[in-house]
Nanobody, 119 residues
Framework: QVQLVESGGGLVQPGGSLRLSCAASENIFSFNTMAWYRQAPGKEREWVAGFASSGNTNYADSVKGRFSISRDTAKNTMYLQMNVLKPDDTAVYYC?????????????WGQGTQVTVSS
């Protein structure tokens, strides 16, 4: 059973930084894509940033220039470095991994980690 486990959330003041981690139970290169999503109270889950199958990184306009995604293959871990945090960044952040196998898409989610930006 594939597991994705997020950590690193917490309470931070506006303008502060946090680094989220997503530890995978399997080799992260076994996923065709990996990404971070977030869900704020009363809102739909939205894509934040991710690795395409090519290895290129992409970011939502709302976080571009402030957030940075990276991965450590030795630790099978993906990271989300979040800088200049704003109250609007408050949400539960989820790690996502997708695999394509024989024409089928397998999607995996972590349990989420809460990020609260408040003074």
């Amino acid at each position: 059973q594939v597991q994705l486990v997020e950590s690193g959330g917490g309470l931070v003041q506006p303008g502060g930084s946090l680094r989220l981690s997503c530890a995978a139970s399997e080799n992260i290169f076994s996923f065709n894509t990996m990404a971070w999503y977030r869900q704020a109270p009363g809102k739909e889950r939205e894509w934040v940033a991710g690795f395409a199958s090519s290895g290129n990184t992409n970011y939502a306009d709302s976080v571009k220039g402030r957030f940075s995604i990276s991965r450590d293959t030795a630790k099978n871990t993906m990271y989300l470095q979040m800088n200049v945090l704003k109250p609007d960044d408050t949400a539960v952040y989820y790690c996502n991994g997708r695999r394509l196998r024989s024409g089928l898409t397998y999607t995996y989610w972590g349990q989420g980690t809460q990020v609260t930006v408040s003074s």
